[in-house]
C-alpha cells in the first residue's frame, strides 16, 4: 500500500510539475517574448472585420498573470475608432476596405463607428465594402462606404426593425411553474410575459415608438450616405425592393455586383498595383494594436478619466461584461483623488440590474461631482439601473438610437407550488414568529410577504424618480410622467430633458474638457479589475465546455433562451432592469 501510495503521488508531482511549467512558459514567453507588433508597409489598405470587438473598453488587470492568459490584444471599439482616427493622416494608408465584416455591435456603437469612417473619407482616402450577404444592421455601417460591392449570388436584407415578445402565462398553468411578479410602471414588460397572453397597448405603444425612432436614425443616415430620398427608403424597406443583388443596385443601395477576386483587382487597380501582385493589407486588429503602441505619448499633464460601466449591474468587483460595485467604485475613487484627473466620463452601456448596486455607484458620482465633473457617455443601452448611474451627471450625452429610460422597478420571485401539488410534494414550515419564515417557492405566496416586497418596490421607485428629478432638475411629478417604466430612444430622451445633447463618447470628453476648462490633455481608461488567477482559469474555455456543447446541440437561440430563464433565476432583490431584451435585425 506505501509502495502504490509513493507512486500516486511521484505521478500527481510530476502532472503538477507539467502544469507549473507549461504555464510559467507561456507566461514568460507572453511577458517577454519577440515583438509581435505588425509593420504598417507603404500604399496599405486596413481590412475591416471587427467579428472579434464586442466592446468599448477591453478591460485591463491589476494581476499580472491575469494580464498574461488574457486576450492578446486587449482591445476595445475605442480603440479601434482612435486608430481610424490616426489613419487619417497615417500615409501608409490608402483607405478601408469593409470585408464581409462580421461584428456584433449595437446600433449606437456602429454610430460612432460611421461617424469615425465618415471623417476618415474626408480626408480624401477611399471607403470600400464587399459581402457575400448583408444583414440590415451590417448594411447601416456598410452604407457609409464610397463604393458598395455585393456577391452576384448573396442578397441584401433591408425591410425595417421588429422585436418579438414571448408569452408565458398558459405555460405557467400548465406546468405549474409560476412566476410571481411585483411591480411599479405601467411599462415595466420585463414582467408582462408572465402575467398575460399577449401583449399590453402599453408595452406595444413604446415597443412601436422606440423602434419608429431608431428607425429614423438608421434610415436618415443611410439617406445621407447613399443620397436617397426617405420616402424611397421606406419603400424599398415595405415591399422587399433590395433582396436580391439586381434589385439591390437598382435601387442604388449597392454599386457593383462582382465575386470578392473582381472587388479585390478594383483595389488593386486603384492602388496601382499590378493585377498578379497582392496589394498591402493590414487588419483593423492589427493596425489598432499598432496605433496603440507606436503613438506618440501624449506628454499633457491633465487627464480626463474614462471609466467604462459595461453589461448588467449586479454585486462584487464586475469585469468587462459586468458592472460591479468594487471595480466601479474604485474607479471613481481614484479618479476622484488623483490630482491630474480634472475631469471624468463615464461610459455606459447597460440595461440595468441590482437596484442596490445601482444606487451605491450613484451615491459615489455624487461625491464625485463635488469634486470634479462627471460627464455621462451613453453607449447602446443606459436603461433603468443604466440611467440610475447616469441620471445625476453634470452632463449626459447619448446617440439618436440609445436605449434610455426605463425608470421603474419590479421583483419576479420563482413559485413551484402548483406543480409541486401535481407531484403531490407538501411543503410546511415552522416558525417563532408571524413573519420569521423566509419565502418558500413550494408555498403559495403569503399575502403580508407581498406586501412587504411592493413596499420595498414602491420604496426604490420613489428614490429611483427623486434621484431623476434632482439629477435633471425636474419636479417628480414630471419624471414620474415620463417614468413608469417606459424606455424612449436618445431622440426621444432629449425632447423630454432626460439627456442634454446627442453625439458620442469623443462629444463627452471633449464637454467635459470645457466644463473642467483644460485644453491640452490625455485620457485614461478605467476600471482595472482585481481579478485572480482563478477567476481567470474559470473563463477559459475548457471550463466553457458544457455551454458549448449545449449551444452546438441545442441552436443558439435555443440556447439564448435558456439563459434568460437562468438569469431571471438569479436575480436577488429588487431590480431596475431595462424591461426587455431587444436585438435589432
Known amino acids: 500500500m506505501k509502495f502504490l501510495g509513493n507512486v500516486i503521488a511521484t505521478v500527481i508531482g510530476i502532472f503538477v510539475f507539467i502544469m507549473l511549467f507549461f504555464f510559467g512558459v507561456i507566461f514568460i514567453v507572453t511577458l517577454f517574448g519577440g515583438d509581435d507588433k505588425v509593420s504598417v508597409k507603404s500604399d496599405s489598405v486596413i481590412e475591416f472585420n471587427l467579428k472579434e470587438i464586442k466592446d468599448d473598453y477591453a478591460g485591463k488587470y491589476k494581476d499580472p498573470w491575469v494580464t498574461a492568459f488574457s486576450d492578446k490584444k486587449g482591445i476595445g471599439l475605442t480603440d479601434v475608432i482612435n486608430a481610424i482616427e490616426a489613419a487619417k493622416t497615417d500615409d501608409n494608408i490608402k483607405g478601408i476596405s469593409i ?80 412566476m410571481e411578479v411585483i411591480r411599479h410602471g405601467k411599462y415595466k414588460s420585463a414582467v408582462e410575459p408572465f402575467l398575460q397572453n399577449s401583449m399590453s397597448d402599453a408595452n406595444r405603444e413604446q415597443i412601436t415608438a422606440l423602434l419608429n425612432s431608431i428607425w429614423a436614425t438608421v434610415s436618415t443616415d443611410i439617406s ?44 488593386r487597380k486603384a492602388l496601382k498595383v499590378d493585377k498578379d501582385e497582392d496589394y498591402n493589407k493590414i487588419s483593423i486588429l492589427d493596425y489598432t ?66 437596484a442596490l448596486t445601482s444606487d451605491l455607484i450613484w451615491r459615489e458620482i455624487e461625491v464625485t461631482k463635488k469634486v470634479k465633473p462627471v460627464v455621462v457617455s451613453m453607449g447602446n443601452y443606459a436603461a433603468s439601473g443604466g440611467y440610475y448611474i447616469a441620471c445625476n451627471a453634470n452632463k449626459i450625452f447619448a446617440e439618436n438610437n440609445t436605449i434610455t429610460g426605463s425608470i421603474g422597478v419590479f421583483g419576479v420571485l420563482p413559485n413551484f407550488s402548483p406543480l409541486a401539488n401535481k407531484l403531490g410534494i407538501n411543503s410546511e414550515q415552522v416558525k417563532t414568529h408571524e413573519n420569521a419564515a423566509n419565502y418558500s417557492p413550494f408555498l403559495p405566496v403569503d399575502e403580508k410577504f407581498k406586501a412587504f416586497t411592493l413596499e420595498g418596490v414602491e420604496k426604490i421607485y420613489n428614490t429611483f424618480v427623486t434621484r431623476v428629478a434632482n439629477g435633471r432638475k425636474m419636479s417628480f411629478d414630471q419624471v414620474d410622467a415620463i417614468a413608469q417604466g417606459r424606455v424612449w430612444s436618445g431622440t426621444e430622451a432629449l425632447k423630454l430633458g432626460l439627456v442634454d445633447k446627442i453625439g458620442g463618447l469623443n462629444a463627452a470628453i471633449a464637454e467635459a474638457a470645457k466644463i473642467a476648462k483644460i485644453k491640452k490633455y490625455s485620457t485614461q481608461n478605467y476600471p482595472e479589475y482585481e481579478k485572480t488567477f482563478n477567476d481567470l482559469l474559470s473563463s477559459m474555455p475548457f471550463a466553457k465546455s458544457k455551454e458549448a456543447f449545449i449551444k452546438e446541440e441545442i441552436g443558439e437561440e435555443n440556447y439564448l433562451l435558456i439563459e434568460q430563464v437562468k438569469k431571471f433565476q438569479k436575480q436577488k432583490g429588487i431590480q431596475a432592469l431595462m424591461p426587455y431584451g431587444i436585438n435589432i435585425y
Do not use: C
Open 289 to 354: 494594436q499598432n496605433n496603440a503602441t507606436t503613438a506618440l505619448a501624449n506628454t499633457a499633464t491633465d487627464q480626463i478619466a474614462i471609466i467604462y460601466a459595461q453589461g448588467e449591474i449586479g454585486s462584487g468587483e464586475g469585469d468587462v461584461n459586468t458592472i460591479g460595485e468594487g471595480s466601479m467604485r474604485r474607479s471613481l475613487q481614484e479618479a476622484r483623488k488623483n490630482d491630474d484627473v480634472k475631469a471624468i466620463v463615464l461610459r455606459i452601456d447597460s440595461p440595468g440590474g441590482s
Open 224 to 267: 445621407k450616405s447613399r443620397n436617397i430620398p426617405l420616402p424611397k427608403l421606406n419603400e424599398i424597406a415595405n415591399g422587399l425592393l433590395a433582396r436580391t443583388p439586381e434589385m439591390a443596385k437598382q435601387q442604388h443601395l449597392v454599386d457593383v455586383i462582382a465575386y470578392e477576386d473582381v472587388y479585390h483587382d478594383a483595389i
Open 99 to 178: 470585408l464581409n465584416d462580421e461584428s456584433s455591435l449595437g446600433l449606437a456603437q456602429y454610430k460612432d463607428l460611421r461617424n469615425a469612417l465618415e471623417s476618415f473619407k474626408k480626408s480624401g482616402k477611399f471607403v470600400w465594402a464587399y459581402a457575400n450577404t448583408y444583414s440590415q444592421k451590417e448594411y447601416y455601417l456598410t452604407s457609409v462606404a464610397n463604393t458598395i460591392y455585393i456577391n452576384p449570388v448573396g442578397d441584401l436584407d433591408f425591410k425595417g426593425l421588429s422585436s418579438e415578445v414571448m408569452f408565458f402565462k398558459d405555460f405557467q398553468e400548465k406546468s405549474g411553474i409560476h
